[in-house]
């Protein structure tokens, strides 16, 4: 089954005829992902690999049924794909765009949450299920699929994390990035719970990062989960004060920190590490258990 | 972006907020003779806590006036160099209080926030802090502003200009695409106007690019951040001995976790963010950044990257180039991993003083071992 995307998805691109669009359409055609139109307004009548371009997303959803969203438009440009894919029904988007203005970022999550959309990002590295649909920068010759889901808010710190369980033979069910940025959309908690509900997933795999309150509010998700969370949180020895990289990463209160989050997560019983390395082989030993 | 007192008040101005009159001095040899005393005498730099660090003068003189610019220009404060100093008719305020409009990611939205108690440190006095939350699709409406000047308590007079203050303070939020603008503190004056004595304004990084006049605004105060912010890549120095350049923010700060872990400090964080796309611009960029580092003079260089698409040999050819024509010698490793990564070590084996490794924790226990030896 998988979370969020897999082979039954109708895959749009908004953006596509751009380079990273095309890009991204040459990988999917690929990998097989269920990539069935493409958005570039004043760009309706070509085709991208054989894939049809239209102007509107409306006419995507109303020829071809697109039922998911990747955006890759440039960054002042996403709110408007947003709404526009919202507006025109589609309900799962994935914003890789990256340099969203804040304020852009705040209407579109709001919009999400009026709309009951899922929207992941912005500067999200995407979602994908392996082997099934690829909606990320993920190398599909570089992920296994199995039964651990992930939720990250880095797409580089993931790419660690899938590549070092799979040294124990471990796969993953569905990978969600939900992006670097202050404000994003989908959230950890989120996710858990579409995890928990997935009969292809045994156990998830969190990893957080300093600043803000996602991993925190995800604790109470956790407590009531069945199945086992392990969880990373980067930054433990980042200095305060400082932003680490992704403008989401720095710390605003000391409810913020790493260390802070680490424990919160314990307490609601998470397997908790505080370095990569660790997280792995806590993986691994639990694995090997079985 | 952190704008300065100077520069936020002139935004003020702009947006008819009203501010004492004053004037930006930049040199000890700026000519003083039109002020109007008493004065404060303000220090421009971006680190907060002026007042308590004895930054803030007052003058009541010329005398006092030359003095205190002679103490304060070129001086620094909280590690900063004074390069600017504001010049103020000084108010005499019957009441001052808090005001502010920020973005709260806890929200997804934006809050305007105002206390009675101004003039002081807003951490310290959090419970007396009044909040509105405004819906990003209605923007600021009458209500809002209604509860929370009524509930500030202000004679009527006082009371209407706040009203104002607060749409004209929202205008400028909007507008210029501000993360934050804070009044702290707002003066209220004998005749019940309204002052603003502080200004703390924070533009979207994202949307300086749009403002023309924003341009020569806010420069950052250290001069590493800056030369990689030119580039499109964000960093911070430390007082370690490892510097650390990496793929991702969450793979920066994983390594760092890692080096920390192993027994390492770091000297310096770099994230090469999204700048690791553009083939044709990197070699030049990584060149850069790695002057950039090389400059703090770090005992070692740790390059960490794991690539999903593009090709390990292009960056390969390009940090060794970089080395090729490095200022200065400094000994790095080099953990890639990705598309055609057995390639890299043939290509790395051209330079010195550079060891290769595909794996992440490998990579990490490297450097702090070398950082070791070389201290």
């Known amino acids: ?54 102007n509107s997303v409306m006419e995507a959803v109303h020829d071809e049924k697109a039922d998911v969203s990747l955006i890759v438009v440039p960054g002042p440009f996403a709110r408007d794909a947003v709404f526009e894919a919202i507006d025109a029904g589609i309900r799962k988007i994935v914003v890789y765009a990256e340099g969203v203005p804040v304020l852009d970022s705040i209407r579109i999550v ?42 990250s808010r880095s797409g580089t710190l993931s790419y660690e994390i899938f590549d070092g369980i799979s040294h124990f033979g471990l796969g993953v069910s569905t990978l969600c990035c939900l992006g670097g940025d202050m404000i994003t959309g989908a959230t950890f908690s989120d996710i858990l719970r579409l995890f928990e509900e997935d009969s292809d997933t045994d156990s998830v795999i969190l990893i957080g990062e300093i600043g803000g309150q996602g991993e925190s509010k995800a604790a109470e998700v956790i407590r009531s989960m069945k199945k086992k969370v392990f969880a990373y949180v980067a930054g433990v020895s980042a200095p305060p004060g400082r932003r ?13 920190t790493a260390s802070h989050k680490l424990e919160t997560l314990k307490n609601a019983g998470a397997d908790c590490a505080s370095t990569v390395e660790d997280l792995i082989k806590l993986i691994g030993r639990e694995a090997t258990k079985k | ?175 210029m695409d501000a993360l934050l603008v804070e009044i702290n503190p707002l003066a209220v004056l004998n005749d019940g106007s309204l002052l603003a004595l502080d ?51 969450g793979c920066l700060m994983a390594t760092l976790d890692q080096i920390v872990r192993y027994g390492g400090m770091a000297r310096a964080c770099v994230d090469l963010g999204g700048t690791i ?51 200065r010698e400094v000994p790095t490793v080099v953990r890639l991993k990705g598309r055609f990564d057995d390639q890299v070590g043939r290509i790395l084996s051209q330079g010195t003083m550079v060891s290769h490794t595909t794996s992440f924790t490998d990579a990490c226990r490297m450097v702090v071992e070398k950082a070791r030896r070389t201290s």
């Not at chain 1, 139109?37 to 239209?54: N, R, Y």
């Not at chain 1, 680490?244 to 913020?256: D, S």
């Not at chain 2, 499109?232 to 350049?245: F, K, Q, R, S």
């Open chain 1, 1 to 54: 089954m998988a979370i969020v995307v897999d082979e039954m998805s109708r895959v749009l691109i908004q953006g596509i005829t751009g380079n990273v669009g095309r890009e991204f359409a040459g990988r999917m055609i690929e990998d097989e992902t269920p990539l069935v139109a493409g958005v570039t307004p004043g760009k309706g009548q070509q085709k991208i690999e054989g894939i049809p371009v239209f």
């Open chain 1, 110 to 151: 709001n919009y999400a949450k009026l709309n009951g959309a899922l929207v992941f990002g912005p500067n999200s590295a995407g979602v994908i299920s392996p082997g099934k649909c690829n909606l990320s920068d993920i190398n599909n010759k570089f992920i296994k699929p199995g039964r651990l889901g992930i939720v």
């Open chain 1, 244 to 256: 680490m990289g992704h403008a989401g990463a720095i710390v605003g209160e000391t409810t913020e």
């Open chain 2, 1 to 175: 972006m952190q704008l300065y007192e100077c520069e936020g008040k002139q935004l003020f101005q702009q947006y008819g907020i009203p501010v004492p009159k004053g004037v930006v001095i930049s040199s000890k040899e700026s000519a003083l003779d039109s002020t109007s005393f008493p004065v404060v005498v303000k220090p421009q730099v971006l680190v907060g806590g002026r007042g308590k660090a004895g930054g803030i003068r007052f003058a009541d003189n010329i005398d006092d006036l030359q003095r205190s610019v002679r103490e304060l220009m070129d001086s620094s404060i909280k590690g900063v160099i004074i390069q600017r100093l504001l010049i103020e008719e000084k108010a005499r305020p019957t009441k001052e209080i808090y005001l502010s409009m920020a973005t709260d990611r806890n929200s997804a939205g934006s809050l305007i926030m105002a206390s009675p108690i101004g003039g002081v440190d807003i951490e310290e006095v959090k419970e007396s802090i009044i909040t509105v939350h405004v819906n990003p699709f209605l923007g600021l409406q009458p209500y809002m502003t209604r509860g929370l000047v009524s509930s500030l308590k202000l004679e009527k007079k006082t009371a209407d200009q706040l009203s104002g203050l607060i749409q004209k303070m929202y205008k400028l939020y909007s507008e």
């Open chain 2, 199 to 249: 200004s703390k304004v924070s533009i979207d990084d994202y949307c300086v690019a749009r403002h023309p006049q924003l341009k020569e605004m806010g420069r950052p105060s250290t001069s590493f951040g800056e030369r990689l912010a030119e580039l499109g890549i964000t960093g911070t120095e430390l007082d370690g001995e490892i510097a650390i350049v990496a793929s991702g923010a």
């Open chain 2, 277 to 327: 796309f553009n083939m044709e611009t990197f070699p030049k960029t990584i060149h850069a950044c790695l002057e950039a580092i090389r400059d703090l003079r770090p005992s070692v260089i740790l390059l960490n990257a794991f690539f999903q698409l593009a090709d390990c040999q292009a960056f390969a050819k390009a940090v060794i180039d970089s080395m090729r024509n490095a200022s």
